[in-house]
């Protein structure tokens, strides 16, 4: 393992969002080990934060400003650990840029620190999917060698991560358009790139800007050396080089455009859905780019058993079939998961969240086409869809589900897959799905 804790030891940190989620915990954890001088500040009240603090209350190198930001926090301070969703131009970062603070975020940390080779993925939909598609072929591969997962993925630090490093390492790393915010920072992007595609999303946080939100995202590939590989599909490529007009770059990467036709017809994925081929496809196209043959990749796609929350199966009652959506978070992203698993008008919908600004129009004629029956859980996108649908809204997911056994018959697909955010209502991203999820075992 190599040794991180010179660059660290001595240094004065502030972890700008401690959070619930288990990363910033595990990056400030590390931190405090490597003898850093650590100020943790986050929005959130030490009662709110309970959870994280007890894991790091044996560390005396860290000091709590809970419940606000204070600028005395971002002056004189080597660097300033941002979590995903603080804005760039956040008036607290502003401070430590003028001060000459490093701004840093843990996923690109990593990537600087490690030097190891970078298969990274983004886009607004499939990223986690292709991201756990890349690692799981890999590691049937390379029989124990060490092939590390990180970015956006539940419950991993970044900077954990550092200790399992060795010089023969690669990392897969899920990005989303925050984290990619770390990697403009520093000006690098991932060795090998998959673009998934882009759609609208986040609305709230870009002020209704795409363009915003593609700049965040286009750092995936604007800084890769010519030696780099961008794997995407046409249409974002299109829009790629119509973000690359007027600006300083080249493109000089090797681009490879991908759709689902590059799989073979007896290619079998366990997950439903023609845009779960084309994750797959895309998933075949960064491990061709490594190295792998065909053989070792579709051997290990076939035993891929999909991600936790995108249209997870869960089993089967009565003959009515049950799948985990959580991560559906946007309109588009629910038609997707109910044109992968409808059979005609049968699916009992489970749907509703917190509005992220996303129009659901588009979702409303494929539940009319689809959906049996629509049942809602309360959300400020809830009550933007009440009016354009029929449906019935219960005030919790067990009432939901509830009613949807009621009324789903034997050949039916019971679908959670809200099209809206958790925020406001749930301890976390995930909390959602592991309700639901927990909810459905006492069904089964």
Not at 96 to 123: H, N, Q
Request: overall charge negative; glycine content about 10%.
């Amino acid at each position: 393992m190599l040794d991180f804790r010179e660059y660290f030891r001595g240094k004065k940190i502030t972890v700008m969002g401690l959070g619930l989620l288990g990363r910033g915990v595990g990056d400030t954890a590390f931190l405090a080990e490597c003898g850093a001088e650590i100020i943790v500040t986050d929005m959130k009240s030490k009662e709110a934060l309970e959870e994280s603090l007890t894991k790091l209350s044996g560390f005396s190198n860290i000091t709590y400003v809970l419940g606000e930001h204070r600028p005395e926090d971002f002056t004189g301070r080597d660097i300033i650990l941002k979590a995903s969703g603080v804005s760039l131009v956040s008036s607290y970062i502003e401070i430590a840029r003028k001060d000459g603070a490093e701004i840093a975020m843990s996923g690109a940390l990593f990537a600087k620190l490690s030097g190891v080779p970078i298969i990274g993925v983004t886009g607004t939909r499939g990223k986690s999917t292709v991201t756990h598609m890349i690692h799981h072929v890999l590691t049937q591969v390379t029989e124990g060698a060490p092939v590390l997962l990180g970015g956006n993925v539940r419950g991993v630090s970044n900077l954990q991560l550092l200790r399992d490093v060795h010089e023969d390492s690669i990392a897969v790393m899920e990005l989303d358009s925050w984290q990619l915010q770390g990697f403009g920072e520093y000006k690098i992007s991932p060795h090998v790139a998959v673009f998934t595609n882009f759609m609208e999303d986040h609305m709230n946080y870009y002020g209704g800007n795409m363009d915003a939100y593609f700049a965040d995202k286009a750092h995936i590939f604007m800084h890769q050396e010519d030696s780099g590989v961008l794997i995407t599909t046409e249409t974002v490529f299109s829009r790629t080089k119509e973000f690359a007009k007027g600006k300083d770059i080249t493109l000089g990467q090797e681009v490879r455009l991908v759709d689902s036709s590059i799989l073979p017809d007896d290619c079998l994925l366990a997950m439903p859905g023609e845009h779960n081929r084309l994750n797959a496809a895309l998933a075949t196209e960064a491990l061709r780019a490594i190295g792998l043959t065909d053989d070792e990749i579709f051997a290990g796609l076939a035993t891929f058993p999909g991600v936790p929350g995108r249209l997870e199966y869960l089993g089967e009652k009565d003959g009515v079939r049950i799948y985990n959506d959580n991560n559906a978070t946007t309109p588009q992203a629910t038609i997707q998961g109910i044109t992968a698993v409808a059979h005609g008008k049968n699916v009992i919908l489970i749907a509703g969240g917190s509005y992220k600004e996303v129009d659901p129009t588009p979702l409303v004629s494929v539940m009319n086409e689809y959906c049996k029956k629509v049942l809602l859980i309360p959300g400020t996108g809830t009550e933007v869809l009440k009016e354009m649908i029929d449906a019935e809204e219960f005030e919790t997911i067990e009432g939901a589900v509830k009613a949807g056994f009621t009324v789903a018959t034997s050949g039916d697909i019971l679908l959670f897959s809200p099209a809206f955010a958790s925020f406001g209502s749930f301890k976390n991203e995930y909390d959602r799905g592991d309700q639901f999820g927990n909810i459905i075992s006492r069904f089964l």
